[in-house]
């Protein structure tokens, strides 16, 4: 499919798209490509939708989504491979801590440190400054109650650790009866 660009000679729309995503210093919104393209942000939504298609074919790339914006990068199968490639150290890995309050931070974003606290029933504050040191996890922004607390969220950096597109991908949790109720006790109590 091939669409205008306002002066420029015409040019597939998914091309323009993948273009302007491999070049981009980091993750862009939909409104950035359409400003970019000189397209509106419904071309640009439909010309990403076929990149991510033509990539969803056996493309060595795929497109990475995480609050509203994209980001190009290779697939995640290939990752030791580039990473052998580069000559980059093995990742590190993450404390069972770490990943205790990852897990919680990833499906109850946003949150705070008092309700990580709460839920795992002991003090996060290490944790946490270590997953914000990785880059795993940010400051979305901060609590409407007492002394106004950090709330927290996870980042693009997060999807890419553990080869993710989207937070869609996250399987879902299937905890027993038990389990749930508990938890719900625990996130919701008065």
């Known amino acids: 499919m091939t669409e205008s660009t306002g002066n420029q000679e015409s040019h597939p729309l998914d ?3 993948e273009s302007l995503l491999f070049v981009a210093p980091g993750p862009v919104t939909l409104a950035q490509i359409a400003a970019g393209a000189d397209i509106s942000p419904e071309q640009a939504d439909k010309g990403v939708a076929l990149l991510k ?3 969803a074919a056996g493309s060595g790339l795929s497109i990475q989504e995480h609050r509203g914006k994209l980001q190009l990068t290779t697939r995640p199968v290939f990752g030791a491979m580039i990473e052998k490639f580069l000559g980059l150290q093995a990742t590190s890995r993450l404390s069972r801590a770490a990943l205790e309050t990852l897990a919680i931070i990833v499906y109850k974003q946003p949150v705070t440190r008092p309700q990580l606290d709460d839920i795992r029933g002991v003090n996060s504050d290490g944790v946490i400054k270590s997953l914000l040191s990785k880059g795993l996890i940010e400051e979305t922004g901060r609590g409407e109650g007492p002394g106004r607390p950090i709330i927290y969220g996870t980042t693009s950096d997060f999807l890419q650790y553990f080869g993710l597109n989207s937070l869609d ?10 389990q749930a109720e508990e938890i719900r006790e625990k996130v919701f109590k008065d």
Do not use: K, M, S, V
């Open 15 to 17: 091309a323009i798209i």
């Open 53 to 55: 298609e033509r990539y």
């Open 169 to 178: 991908e996250l399987p879902e949790l299937d905890l027993g009866e038990q």
